[in-house]
């Protein structure tokens, strides 16, 4: 199939065509022809296909220009093996792919658009009405199929630290599960591995260089299901794009590391105008009739606007419009990712907010629910959700931190929003993910040193999170509910700096040996801790690397913090991408003494101690406690009038 001069189809309908039972037979296929040029399929319909609608494969240049893939069997316009660059996708329409079982395994989850290459221009497209998703980018580590090692225009990884060639001005709704999904990665077998591991660098080739922001830019995404956006890379930026009417309009996520996150200029509408049609839902003998329409199967879901999960973000300059609770479902315009097992957002920051209603009588600002909410958990990762308010714009005060209202969290200072199911404190907070001997369903038990009555538990198996305050204000005990006491500990730090420290104290058995290390943050190598004499020595002076052990009571005392304050340009969990790390093993005594709180809160708990009910602030139901910021949004945020997108494909 290659030396071809050119090939160029234009304004050609195509119709009924495809063999579902046959790969490769499919209306229109570039099949492995190497490097092209001016080569084209352009203002063309292709309707009732079979099996998709146009297929690249191994072929380098191609361009899909103002073409219309309508009601397709598997992904509509298809990037086969993951080495085929410099694609051009512009202009073009594509409505109702169907999941299938017979073509791979990925079209039981079929996308529009289905991009497995970096290099690629998306530009001015609209995927709507597909089974599964509007666009979907999704990378191998290496071309598969019969491009593996034969096709040499991606090398292993490369695709993972390459850029967005482009990505500007596209349109995705009314898909079936999600608007557009960048997630996860493509087999050889054609199934699907976990984590992106996305981290786009200057130069793919070269691990060490400089990173490079690969930009989302004009995104419309509405009234997809599950999700308008879904994202789990690191240093990417979206920009200018509108959301609406879905249950999560955007969460970004990462499975690397990287720089983080930046979302900006961009507009969130819980519901807008567009009604659509009224829905019916019937169900345990009840028929319900809604205004507008929903997704049938979730009409009591949460709805949210952008989510928090996981790792460094920044949500900044964007304008949030109806997200009001009804009797039916839950809304917030900030929330964080539901039913979360394991590990939740540290690093989260918004700056230079806008809403558009008033807070409580008009929506939410935040919502984040609890067990006792539909579609709500309390898991590990449920109750360590946090982000920084950094000038205020959401919380009235620059700097506050949103956690849960759980007790341990609390303090005199901080101010529960009943209508968020969150609380406000000005404390700084650092996350603490601990490690230990024993099984994955063992659990730490921890208590603040003001209130022993208030403990929450981890799981080993979710890493053992919890939150604390930070800068020597309090203390936090640590046991484990084994029956014997766990041989090691290690524990990792984040969000913390030089001056806000984090204060630990771990129950161990009383007269056993105990050898302590921390993780030097220049050399990034173990060294040993020093032993101090006497509690009074320890707290007198701060050290990264002092502890000192209580034989009578069975604890050890440390602190940890990094070797620097924080600056206005630091974003992420960790200074300079390096996490303070402490851990020590533990040997000798009666394995069996695992529980030393009564001994620890008889000799070092605070007085008084602060009833959970005192720590627990008033919360505000009756009024707002704030007024809209901005009744619109400015006209440079969002994705703008459509027009442009729509115009290409109608001709006008």
């Given amino acids: 199939m290659r030396g071809f001069k050119e090939a160029q189809v234009e304004n050609a309908e195509l119709v009924n065509l495809g063999q579902l039972d046959t790969l490769g037979n499919y209306p229109f296929h570039w099949h492995m022809c190497g490097d092209v040029t001016n080569s084209y399929i352009r203002g063309s319909s292709i309707r009732d296909s079979n099996a998709r609608c146009v297929t690249v494969h191994a072929t380098n240049g191609a361009v899909v220009e103002n073409n219309v893939c309508f009601r397709a069997v598997g992904h509509g316009y298809f990037l086969e093996e993951g080495g085929e660059v410099d694609t051009t996708f512009a202009g073009n329409l594509g409505a109702g792919n169907i999941r299938t079982n017979k073509l791979t395994k990925t079209d039981g989850m079929p996308s529009t658009f289905w991009i497995t290459n970096p290099k690629t221009i998306m530009r001015n497209n609209v995927a709507a009405g597909s089974d599964y998703a509007g666009i979907w980018y999704v990378f191998p580590d290496e071309p598969i199929g019969a491009s593996y090692g034969i096709v040499k225009t991606m090398q292993k990884d490369e695709a993972k630290r390459t850029p967005i060639t482009e990505f500007t001005n596209n349109v995705v709704h009314s898909n079936r599960v999600g608007g557009i999904f960048f997630d996860r990665r493509l087999r050889n077998d054609t199934g699907f591995a976990f984590g992106t591991k996305y981290t786009p660098l200057s130069d793919p080739q070269d691990e060490t260089s400089a990173p490079q922001t690969a930009v989302f830019n004009r995104l419309t995404a509405y009234k997809n299901e599950q999700f308008n956006g879904w994202f789990d890379a690191s240093n990417i930026q979206i920009t200018q794009s509108s959301f609406s009417d879905s249950l999560v309009s955007l969460a970004v996520r990462r499975s690397s590391d990287g720089l983080e996150c930046t979302v900006t200029n961009s507009v969130f509408m819980g519901e807008s105008s567009n009604i659509g049609e009224p829905s019916v839902i019937r169900g345990n003998g009840v028929v319900k009739t809604y205004p507008r329409a929903v997704p049938l199967k979730m009409a009591n879901q949460p709805r949210q606007g952008f989510v928090f999960y996981d790792r460094e973000i920044s949500l900044s300059d964007s304008w949030f419009g109806n997200y009001a609770s009804t009797d039916d479902y839950s809304a917030g315009a900030l929330g964080f990712q539901r039913n979360n ?164 104290a771990v129950c161990i058995p009383r007269q056993s040996t105990l050898k302590m290390a921390m993780k030097d943050l220049v050399t990034d190598k173990w060294e040993r801790g020093v032993a101090a004499n006497s509690y009074n020595e320890f707290t007198s002076s701060l050290s990264r690397t002092s502890y000192f052990v209580d034989q009578e009571v069975g604890v050890v005392f440390f602190n940890a913090m990094h070797i620097r304050e924080r600056v206005e340009s630091d974003r992420g969990n960790c200074l300079d991408g390096k996490c303070p790390f402490v851990g020590f093993s533990n040997s000798g005594g009666d394995r069996t003494d695992t529980d030393c709180s009564e001994r620890f809160y008889a000799k070092y708990s605070k007085s008084p101690v602060l009833p959970s009910r005192k720590k627990r602030a008033v919360g505000v139901t009756s009024a707002d406690k704030f007024s809209a910021s901005r009744a619109t949004p400015p006209q440079a945020w969002g994705a703008g009038d459509t027009k442009s997108t729509v115009s290409i494909q109608l001709g006008v």
């Fill in 341 to 504: 097992l394991h590990l939740a957002t540290h690093g989260a920051f918004t700056k230079n907010l806008l809403f558009g209603f008033g807070d409580a009588s008009q929506g939410n600002r935040v919502f984040d629910g609890n067990a006792t909410d539909v579609g709500f958990t309390s898991l590990d990762g449920d109750d360590i959700v946090l982000f920084e308010d950094l000038d205020g714009s959401v919380t009235g005060s620059a700097g506050n931190f949103v956690v849960k209202p759980l007790p341990i969290h609390m303090t005199e200072q901080c101010e529960e929003i009943d209508n968020w199911k969150m609380a406000v404190c000005p404390h700084p907070f650092g996350q603490v993910r601990s490690n230990f001997a024993g099984k994955n369903s063992d659990q730490i038990i921890v208590t603040r040193d003001d209130d022993s009555d208030d403990p929450i538990m981890a799981d080993r198996r979710s890493f053992a999170p919890f939150l604390t305050i930070l800068g020597g204000t309090h203390s936090y005990l640590v046991r484990s509910n084994a029956a014997t006491a766990p041989r090691w500990f290690r524990f990792e730090f984040l969000g913390l700096t030089l001056s806000k420290y984090a204060s630990l």
